[in-house]
């Protein structure tokens, strides 16, 4: 996957996360807390669906990385740069 | 208008009233659609499937769910929650109270289920099934989704309830044991209001479909409309439902402080256990029961003029609760027997809350709802005053009798006046 597609996935991921935001604005540098008040339980959702769509491994100690979609995109792009676009 | 009942006797702080009613039933998502789908033999059962149990009948609700709760907390929550907050926010609505001003800390909670967990463990077991049952895919929203005390702890989050909130597992008795907790609390003082009564979410896991089925008491018929059918011949079973009802319940003192419109008074109620058998009924606790109610309140027999009978479509069942009921009622001649399962089939934890609250109107307009679906009536099940397939208008509607039984040997009863 590419980071585009990476970021696409992540949007995806966040759409069924927030079904009642609008993510059509969102800033990839601001943290998703911030723009979309997400708690610990929805930062769990996002490393399930990774876990379950891509069987892609997130470490406890990791879950910082998924503060933005800047940040989520560069930590994901070298665990999902092999992973075949569906 | 004078009553003799003990309830009359007691001050007013304890004296319990309805003042708000919020509902959601297979054949109508408030008061006035459900109460006109009764008066029109209009049925909510419907063609249904499930996994693993296939194409099956349900009683299933449609109402505006995104009206009080986001999709995002839906989606979080669980059904049960979902319809729960629907019939908590729409009785809170429609009981005419300065919400925003009431104290929170002051509301309790009191929801009885029939059963809790399954549909969540269910879909849990079901999606880790693709992952070769590997653990590491189970959602870290099973727990909070499937603690016992969630369906009445989602209404609490959501409406920012801070005072006490129960769940009441009590079979299918539930729906009057969350009224009488809630009326006990107020009585107790533990609350100045309680949110009272019992939601279903059954239709969501196939385990009580399957167990129904293989114990040989899930109805079928070619026509949805027609499967539910407490007291006729040709009853093969029970049709599973989902659905909410709750009640604003205040104590009489506060209820008249604010000028509440109040909907009827609970004079009365009882819960007792049969202690013979894991799912036969007991007629003669059942009779006890509901003598037990009677005498509480100080009423006779003849007091009652409506009785919405539990009866869910079983063979045994249906029967066995004319046993007691006869007990309990022979030579009442004015007294009147309806069954609401009969339209919306049996909505479990609901079941209770909803099938006293189809009744109530009658205190106004005086008509006695139908049975639907007898068109072979069992002669076990002829109670004489059983109205069939027709509303029926009576001279006077004072006490409303409400039965509802369950699992284990547990019965309930309330009584409730016309105010």
Known sequence: ?86 | MSFEDRTSQLPDDQRVVITGIGLTSPNGHNLEMFRDSLLAGQSGVRKYNIRYVGDTLAGVCEFESTKYQSRRDMRRGTRAGTVGIWAASEAIQRSGIDWPNVDKSKVGIYIGVTEHGNVETENEIHSIKAYDYDTTYWSHHHNPRTVANNPAGEIALNMGITGPHYTIGAACAAGNAGIIQGVQMLRLHECDLAISGGVSESIHTFGIFASFKSQGALASHEDPSKASRPFDQTRNGIVVSEGACLYVLERLSDAKARSANIIAEVVSYAINTDATDFVLPNPERQAQCVNLALSRGCLTADHIDIVSTHATGTSSGDSQECIALRNVFQGCENIRFNNTKSFIGHAMGAAGALELAGNLPSFQDRVCHATINVDNLDPECALPGLVINQPQELPKVDYILNNSFGMLGINSVVIVRRF
């Open chain 1, 1 to 86: 996957m590419t980071p585009a597609e990476i970021r696409d996935e992540i949007l995806d991921i966040l759409s069924e996360i927030t079904p009642d935001e609008d993510l059509s604005g969102l800033d990839d540098d601001k943290s998703f807390r911030e723009q979309l008040e997400l708690d610990s339980m929805d930062f769990l959702d996002i490393v399930m669906e990774l876990r379950k769509r891509h069987r892609v491994q997130i470490a406890e100690d990791e879950y910082g990385n998924l503060a933005s979609m800047a940040s989520t995109v560069t930590y994901l792009e070298p665990k999902m740069r092999d992973i075949v676009s569906a």
